[in-house]
């Protein structure tokens, strides 16, 4: 079985971005937040005009043909996403399913929305 710790490597292999870095795009329009945790986190409370994406169904939302396809970023392509989590884990292994799915400019908020919180 594969130790936590290997598979938080992924993080090499994606752009990753601080909480203070994140704020300064907050009302940048070229940019979007993506909320990738579960549907009572998100409604508790999110990041500016997130979208909510499920981490479970991610591929589903961004795979073309798929029922769940989400125009969003098809319609979209050139804009930023900064996809966030409850504390990274989850928005990390995201956002490498976002690139490997085909969005090119996607980073991931170290720290996620506790962070987020902690540092209003």
Request: with cysteine; glycine share 8%; hydrophobic share 35%.
């Amino acid at each position: 079985m594969k130790k936590f710790e290997d598979l938080m490597k992924v993080s090499n292999e994606i752009e990753n971005i601080s909480v203070e870095d994140a704020k300064k795009k907050l009302n940048d329009p070229n940019v979007q937040f993506i909320d990738v945790r579960d549907k009572s986190s998100f409604e508790k409370g999110t990041i500016g005009n997130a979208i909510h994406l499920e981490r479970g169904l991610l591929e589903f939302f961004l795979a073309e043909g798929s029922p769940l396809e989400n125009q969003f970023f098809k319609n979209n392509p050139d804009k930023e996403y900064v996809v966030f989590c409850g504390l990274g884990g989850q928005s990390t292994l995201s956002t490498k399913t976002m690139k490997e799915m085909g969005l090119k400019n996607v980073k991931n908020m170290a720290g996620g929305y506790k962070e987020w919180i902690e540092k209003k």
